[in-house]
């Protein structure tokens, strides 16, 4: 027969084609010494194994010898035991490799009698001395850049190599989604002077409250309203983050679950000198962060951090003022651009401020005349 009409067997196609400067050697090996290990071929004459090999001996003119593998040998062990060790084949390439093994949804490549009808996951992970988390990686890379898998099956790209540029992609997205989104709203703020329990926001309209209320005992009433407040304003299974004090944690826990849940509490790490808590005498290193919920619960999409590392006490415009820069990491999280973000303690807008930044809509809420107008002037100072 004409040997450039033989049939591959699509067993030989799992491992790749040798490279070009890899494919020339072996050429030049077989034209100087003629072939020395056998093309391997099934009962119905197709190339189980030897594709490269086969190739080159057509391009020399060289003598093509055959093996007929065994009819009740599985195949596709056969052919990994003859090429795994042969082939210096790179991590990446033999994930690769058990990734198109692997049963992964709506993929069952080999269905011949004397192949299996399907590899699991770690059966192709074992078979190709690779980890499943390998070929997870190279799973998701298919999926949001497969044009990156033939550089890794021709060992230019490792897996990791490849996850940078994956991760590199996503943030450039969502850096694009975001620009885009930012194109299409625009942005509002609001500084109300009042008792924010007398505040006229709509029912349901506030995507996130972020706020550091008064934390003395005789300020109970109040954690009460800010509780009743943020079950009206709130959107359902939106949260309420409060800043607070050890002090008086448990008043003030179970003041806002009477009608949200508690959800977690974050820790502020403190830089520079703690400060000395006087009626417990104690240095305090850190800030408790209360998340709340709206019902119905709802788990959060991502996973976060419970830890912020804080950036040092700003107390240029209140005397209660947090920074902003930790504000970021929880406006990020929490919220998305376009959301509308409330402070019914706003004092001099720092909460306001922040996310404003980041392109949130924002209103604030603040009884106290002077710095109600000390928060419109920082506004008034931010372009979007």
Known sequence: MDEKLREYHEVSMIFPMMEEAEYQSLRDDIKKNGLLEPIWIDTDGKIIDGRNRHKACIETNEPIKFDTVNGNVNLLDFVISKNIHRRHLTTGQRSVIAEELANMPNHRPYKSANLPTYVSQPEAAKKMNVGERSIRDVKEIKTEMPELIDDIKAGKLTINEAKKQVKEKRHADKIAKQQEKIKDIEISRLIINNDFRLADI???????????????????????????????????????????????????????????????????????????????????????????????????????????????????????????????????????????????????????????????????????????????????????
């Open 202 to 384: 709509p029912k349901e309209s506030v995507d996130l409250i972020i706020t550091d209320p008064p934390y003395g005992r005789d300020f109970a009433e109040t954690w009460s309203g800010l509780s009743t407040f943020a079950n009206r304003v709130l959107k359902p299974s939106a949260f309420l983050i409060s800043y607070f004090g050890q002090l008086n944690m448990p008043d003030f826990i179970n003041s806002l679950s009477k009608e949200l849940i508690y959800y977690w509490t974050f820790s502020l790490q403190h830089t520079g000198n703690n400060q000395l808590i006087m009626p417990r005498n104690i240095f305090c290193g850190w800030k408790p962060i209360f998340i709340f919920q709206k019902q119905p619960f709802k788990k959060l999409e991502r996973p976060i951090e419970d830890v912020i590392i804080g950036s040092g006490r700003e107390k240029d415009d209140h005397k209660w003022q947090q920074a902003e820069a930790e504000l970021n990491y929880l406006i990020d999280r929490f919220s998305e651009i376009g959301a509308l973000i409330v402070d019914p303690f706003c004092g001099s807008g720092t909460t306001l401020v922040a996310a404003l930044k980041k392109n949130r809509n924002v209103i604030g809420i603040e009884i106290d005349e002077t710095y109600c107008k000390i928060a419109t002037e920082r506004l008034n100072g931010i372009q979007n």
